[in-house]
């Protein structure tokens, strides 16, 4: 691979990363808005409701940028950019369509991807130490708090698929995938999706920014463009959340009747899941810390166990 060709792809991913979390954050406040009767972001703008996401920036543009005077000020400037990057680091390893249709094929990817994702949550962890406020402090605790939980069976659902294809290469699994897998390993993606979105602390697992208990959790001191990239974080955590579901249990880039279509298949595909996981926001109401620690530990982790003795069973069956 020559240099310009490295360069146009670490390129591309970057303009992804930049451009898709935004049309997700548009997507929610249409899908929000349709589904709660909110004016805004359906009629701001001639086209519907653009205009709601570019007031929502200009707003955080001119906020002041306010750092506590207890404050860790260097750890409290850095928490927004730790808590980023690590998405676009799993970006640059994720397949997007077949041959070399992607950032960098990782040997152990399966591993690798979910190891920089939890590194997201050290984004919080300093933020809330480095705010100098108790509420701020307990948001970030409950965020450790459910990293604990919600990795292992994220972890366990992976490692199914990768036994399943024989390899820990987020292109090997693609390369072994096969349409009878979707019911095989559905069990595995519901657990796999579900421990996500407690990951990212999306509703109904935002615990750590339960605004009725510890008003926005770690990110209370926040103001201004420093708020904005959490916020930026956050849907850049489900676009890769929704890309990994897809390159891991719905196929990636095969699609129902041709592979033709390539990345095409794997946006689609990951869109669909972005607007679940807005729908999911909308429906169902948060769940308490305990309930959520439950869920973990008696619900997903049982789950995500059978699934990887089932697929243990079949593997071995079929030999």
């Known amino acids: 691979m020559t240099l310009s060709e490295v360069v146009l792809r670490l390129a591309l991913v970057f303009l992804a990363f930049l451009l898709l979390p935004l049309l997700i954050g548009q997507a ?8 709660q009767a909110r004016v805004g972001p359906i009629y701001a703008g001639a086209f519907h409701g ?16 306010i750092v506590p005077a207890g404050a860790d000020r260097r750890v409290f400037r850095l928490a927004p950019a730790v808590a980023l990057m690590p998405y676009l680091v799993v970006l640059l390893a994720v397949p997007v369509g077949p041959g070399d249709q992607v950032g960098r094929s990782v040997d152990a990817g399966v591993f690798f991807v979910l190891t920089v994702m939890g590194v997201g949550v050290l984004g919080s962890l300093m933020a809330g130490w480095a705010s100098a406020n108790k509420y701020a402090l307990l948001g970030s ?18 490692a199914s ?14 390369g072994a995938w096969q349409p009878w897998w979707l019911p095989w390993q559905a069990l595995g993606g ?21 605004d009725s208990e510890i008003v926005f959790g770690a990110y209370t001191e926040y103001s201004g463009l420093r708020f904005a990239l959490f916020l930026l974080a956050e849907y850049a955590g489900i676009l890769v959340l929704c890309a990994l579901t897809t390159v891991l249990f ?32 909308v429906s169902y109401p948060r769940l308490r810390e305990d309930q959520l ?27």
């Open 50 to 65: 653009w205009a709601q996401l570019v007031a929502d920036g200009v707003k955080f543009a001119q906020k002041e940028d």
């Open 293 to 319: 620690q439950k869920l973990a530990w008696t619900g997903l982790i049982p789950l995500a166990l059978g699934q990887l003795v089932l697929t243990g069973v079949v593997r071995e069956a079929s030999a």
């Open 250 to 281: 719905l196929g990636g880039w095969h699609g129902p009747w041709s592979d033709d279509l390539g990345w095409l298949w794997t946006l689609l595909k990951t869109a669909v899941l972005a607007f679940v996981v807005i729908w999911l926001r």
């Open 141 to 158: 605790l409950r965020t450790a708090a459910q990293l604990t939980a919600y990795e292992l069976p994220m972890l366990l659902a992976a």
């Open 161 to 174: 698929v990768a036994m399943a294809a024989g390899t820990l290469s987020l292109t090997g699994i693609l």
């Open 28 to 35: 929610e406040h249409k899908v929000m808005g349709h589904m």
């Open 190 to 210: 519901v657990v796999f999706f579900t421990a996500g979105l407690a990951e990212l602390q999306r509703p109904q697992f935002d615990m750590p920014v339960a």
